[in-house]
């Protein structure tokens, strides 16, 4: 079984940063693609950022310049650098990963996509 591990959430101020870190654990050779959504209070699940297994990237325009996602193969872990944060970035952060089980899995290109339990990050002074 796959299991997504998300840290580095907490509260930061306006203008500061944090790391957010999702490592996958378990049965698992490799992950496909990866992103980060978000879901703040009374507002529906929304994407921040995603990488492929070429390391193209695709960001929300709110993000844009401000937020860098990032992935280590060998540690079959991806990160979201987030700078000069503001208090509309506060929400729960959920990592999502496309995950290839095993090497007969990434040949034949099957992959099963697994959600992180989120991590709460809250921008406030």
């Known amino acids: 079984q796959v299991q997504l591990v998300e840290s580095g959430g907490g509260l930061v101020q306006p203008g500061g940063s944090l790391r957010l870190s999702c490592a996958a654990s378990?049965?698992?050779?490799?992950?496909?693609?990866g992103g980060w959504y978000r879901q703040a209070p009374g507002k529906q699940r929304e994407l921040v950022a995603t990488?492929?297994?070429?390391?193209?990237?695709n960001y929300a325009d709110s993000v844009k310049g401000r937020f860098t996602i990032s992935r280590d193969n060998a540690k079959n872990t991806v990160y979201l650098q987030m700078n000069s944060q503001k208090p509309e970035d506060t929400a729960v952060y959920y990592c999502?990963?496309?995950?290839?089980?095993?090497?007969?899995?990434?040949?034949?290109?099957?992959?099963?996509?697994?959600w992180g339990q989120g991590t709460l990050v809250t921008v406030s002074s």
């Open positions: 378990g049965r698992i050779f490799s992950i496909k693609a």
């Open positions: 999502k990963a496309d995950c290839y089980l095993t090497y007969a899995d990434y040949v034949g290109d099957r992959y099963l996509a697994v």
């Open positions: 990488i492929t297994s070429e390391g193209r990237t």
